[in-house]
């Protein structure tokens, strides 16, 4: 069965380096979406990419974060200058359309951890 | 704005039985309802779904849900735990008139006791 897939499984950083989360979506997917969950708390959306640009963002997607598709099949987050409060679990997903009753698959995530 | 509360972060049940984990939601127009399972180093897999069809939801594993919109729950259950049923659950909303966003409920720990 097709999954989306997450790499690296956990990435540590520095406070103030760039990392880029890597995610490669189910093939005949269009929607792909980053949410980030800090442990504790709930599951937040970030961002949703559509047709190579942003649909849909929250206020929690500021300028230090930027999603790309680099090809065919990636699907990144990029977070600039990391922060302690980034620390978080970043989950990929991907769903067919973007309609609000289409399911969302979602990858198994990558640990944020900011030193 | 749409949230989602799951009561209870912990539940533990004997196998065997009944598993009962709660979903209340709020949001100004019906909408779609979602439970997801993660199990450890997993992502997180569909149980179900509810997009305004049958109110009684039926998905993998043998869970089941009820959309009740006086109540504005969704709750989730299973007859019969089993072992394999020990996961983390989450229960998700999207508002079909604001986009394709899902909010997340905190997430329900279930333990199975043998």
């Known amino acids: 069965e097709p999954e989306v897939t997450q790499t690296p499984s956990h990435q540590v950083t520095q406070m103030g380096q760039e990392v880029i989360l890597r995610c490669v979506p189910i093939s005949n997917h269009l929607y792909f979406y980053w949410y980030r969950q800090i442990l504790g708390q709930k599951v937040e959306f970030l961002v949703s990419?559509?047709?190579?640009?942003?649909?849909?963002k929250s206020e929690i997607f500021d300028d230090q974060f930027s999603v790309e598709r680099p090809d065919g099949s990636n699907f990144t987050l990029k977070i600039r200058s990391t922060k302690l409060e980034d620390s978080a679990m970043y989950f990929c997903a991907s769903s067919e359309d973007g309609g609000g009753s289409d399911t969302q698959y979602f990858g198994p995530g990558t640990r944020l951890t900011v030193l | 704005a749409q949230s989602v509360t799951q009561l209870g972060s912990h539940v533990s049940v004997s196998e065997g039985a009944l598993v009962l984990l709660r979903c209340n939601y709020s949001?100004?127009?019906?909408?779609?309802l979602f439970w997801y399972v993660q199990y450890p180093n997993q992502g997180l897999q569909l149980l179900l779904k509810?997009?305004?069809?049958?109110?009684l939801v039926k998905g993998i594993n043998g869970f089941e849900a009820e959309f009740k919109k006086s109540e504005t729950s969704f709750h989730l259950t299973k007859p019969s735990a089993h072992m394999s049923d020990a996961a983390e659950y989450f229960c998700a909303v999207s508002d079909p008139s604001t986009g394709n966003q899902f909010y997340f409920g905190t997430g329900t720990s279930l333990t199975v006791i043998p």
């Open positions: 509810y997009t305004s069809a049958a109110t």
């Open positions: 990419f559509y047709n190579n640009e942003i649909s849909e």
């Open positions: 949001s100004s127009v019906p909408p779609y």
